[in-house]
């Protein structure tokens, strides 16, 4: 049986171009911080992020996530 993969896309909502587009082992905030780090340099900074509000970007904690925390320092 084949190792899962996850496919993360940093997407362009007004062009819908992939501005980032990635296999990784996990899909995890680490993962995801990442490649947005990687598209925001390439491209430049969002003027807003949608995500589908899965569990790499919200915290199940109080608190902020790691992602909010960079989105936010970025």
Not at 38 to 47: D, K, L, N
Not at 49 to 65: A, K, N
Request: hydrophobic share 35%.
């Amino acid at each position: 049986m084949a190792e899962a993969r996850w496919l993360i896309t940093i997407l362009d909502d007004h062009s819908r171009y992939a501005t980032g587009s990635e296999l990784f082992k996990q899909g995890t905030t680490e993962n995801v911080i990442w490649l947005l780090d990687q598209a925001i340099h390439e491209y430049s900074r969002p003027r807003e992020i949608l995500t589908d509000h899965g569990s790499q970007f919200w915290s199940v904690r109080r608190g902020e996530s790691s992602f909010q925390v960079f989105c936010e320092a970025n």
